[in-house]
Structure formats: C-alpha cells, structure tokens
C-alpha cells in the first residue's frame, strides 16, 4: 500500500488531501480533508478594502473603513442600514398583511433569526411607505369610466372614530383614492372625488354610491354635470355597490393595522401606504378573469399603471440608494 499527498489550487481555496489508494482499487477512499477560504472585506461606502473590525451588535460583526471613516455591517445590508432589504421589505409586507408589531417581530426570527424591536419595525414602514407614496404622486394609469364610492367608519386608538372613503375604479379594481375625516359632510365627499379625478386624469362618466346625501354635492362640485350620480344600497342599481362591499370586506387588513394609530396624521400616511400595497404590491383574485387570463394580476398593472416598483424589497432598495 502506498501513500499520495495531493495539494490543489483552485483561486483562492486550498485543498489538502491525503488518501490511500491500492492497487486494486481504481478509487481511493478520502481520509483526510483541510478546508480554508479567504473572503476580502470592502467598504459599502467607498469600496475600499482597507477596513478592519469594529465591534459587534448581537452576531453582526461591523467594520471600520480607514480611508472614508465610516462603519458598517458584515452582511448584506446596504450603506448605512443595519439589516438586509429582504428581511426589511418582509417585515413592512406582513404590517400591510395585518399583523402586529410582536406578531412580525416572531415571523422575522423564525425566518431570519433576527429579531428587531416594534420600533425598528415601525421606523421602517413609515420610513418606506414615505418612499412608496411619493414615488406614486408621478405614475401614470388607463382606468374606465365607472367608479363606485363608500364610506366606513373606524375608531383608531384612544377611542377616535373616524370615517375611511374610498373610490375604486370598476373596470381595473384600481383604489383610485381615499380619505380620512372626522366627519361625513360634503366636504369631506368632494376632497375624495378630488383626489380620484387627480389620480386618474380624467372625468368618470358615472358614480355609484350608497344614499348619504353628500355625495350629491361633492360629485357635482367636482365633476359638474358631466358625470352622473347613481345611488343604492348594496342590492340596487345592478348590484354596482356591490363591488365597494365586497372591496370593504378587502379592508379588513387595513383596519386592522390603523386600530394602533394613535392620530389622523399617522393614520393617513398609513392609509396611503396601504393604498400602494393594494393597487401595486397584491395580485387580486377577481383580476383573473381579464386577459390575460388565468394569471393573477394587480390593479396596477390592468391600470397599465407606470410605476417604478414591483414590491416592496424594489421599496427599501429604491428607498435606501436616495437617501
């Protein structure tokens, strides 16, 4: 029996290997394995490799950059971030879900093994629903000529009720707008059909809406004649109302994710985020049905809606290179 020592150089791994091998066996059994790899460190910020160790946070090993001064972390988060945009972008998807800060929070150590404070969690909802509502303010979107208009009431945290409109188109299911109100007066009406007609562009040929009187005004304050007023309960007028109550049991989620609001303010950009998460984020079942059909499709993309992001990990990426 004779004995072969082999060294190999593949880039930068060494391999060491010791193994007997006889003369009768064509393969010889491996008896001894060394394994090293070299990984090069380099700066997030300035790319430079001239970086050292700066201490850890839990398991995250940060480092310090000689050159630019700046620190860190060793994984795949990007500059100036502490986590990576998957585990972010997860987190802001499962609140618009409807999950709670806690409930979150266990998802991202089962999944992660990380497992981050609500406050972390909630600094980036509001962090990147920011980022996801601004970007919206620009795209542009075909939707039809039929919209259907609801109300529905809500009390937030600390016992403030208050009144969520809401407008969707009827041929795309885009959510065309909503509002936030203390109140149901024809003011609050008009600031909704306002915001529709700025998002969509265009002037509907007909609203459906439930018999609250003052969707009379806000329609023809807005609109003038040229659009026409249908009113309803859920099984009238063709059962159109229909759409907005089977849309409002959608909404499900979304109220329960503004019950921990604590002010109107939060809560509307809350809302607008969620709105980005219904028209953009969130295939629909009922979308089926248009072609092409079988594929499950947004709102947004019927709507041929432009729109630079297609989830909310494109979000926390978009989101952290501008900042």
């Not at 290997?17 to 990984?39: G, K, N």
């Not at 879900?97 to 409930?103: I, T, V």
């Not at 208050?162 to 707008?177: K, P, Q, S």
Request: net charge positive.
């Amino acid at each position: 029996m004779t004995q072969r020592k082999i060294k190999v150089i593949l880039g930068i791994h060494d391999v060491k290997i010791t193994q007997e091998e006889t003369h009768d066996d064509c393969i010889a059994p491996l008896a001894e394995v060394s394994y090293t790899q070299t990984i090069t460190i380099t700066c997030k910020h300035c790319g430079s490799k001239n970086v050292v160790k700066y201490g850890k946070k839990g398991d995250i090993q940060y480092y310090l950059c000689r050159d630019c001064g700046r620190t860190f972390a060793g994984n795949n988060a990007l500059p100036g971030m502490k986590y990576p945009p998957d585990q972010i972008a997860c987190a802001v998807r499962l609140f618009y879900k409807g999950l709670s800060l806690e409930k979150i929070r266990r998802e991202l150590d089962s999944l992660y093994h990380v497992r981050p404070s609500d406050s972390t969690v909630y600094e980036w909802v509001v962090r990147f629903t920011k980022v996801a509502v601004q970007e919206a303010k620009f795209s542009s979107l075909k939707v039809g000529s039929e919209w259907v208009a609801d109300e529905t009431v809500l009390q937030l945290d600390r016992g403030v009720n208050v009144w969520f409109w809401d407008i969707i188109d009827e041929d795309t299911r885009f959510l065309l707008a909503s509002h936030l109100s203390l109140t149901r007066t024809t003011k609050d009406a008009q600031a909704l059909m306002e915001k529709a007609l700025e998002r969509a562009g265009k002037t509907p040929r007909v609203i459906y809406t439930d018999k609250l009187a003052s969707y009379l005004d806000g329609i023809e304050l807005t609109f003038g004649a040229d659009t026409k007023h249908r009113q309803g309960g859920p099984f009238d007028i063709e059962n159109n109302t229909n759409k907005i109550e089977r849309f409002h049991g959608t909404l499900k989620s979304r109220t329960e994710i503004m019950r921990g609001m604590h002010n109107p303010t939060t809560a509307t950009l809350i809302m607008d985020g969620w709105l980005i998460n219904y028209n953009f984020m969130r295939p629909h079942e009922a979308l089926k049905d248009l072609p092409p059909k079988g594929i499950e499709k947004t709102p947004a993309e019927v709507a041929k809606a432009t729109y630079p992001y297609k989830s909310w990990e494109d979000v926390v990426m978009g989101g952290a290179v501008r900042r």
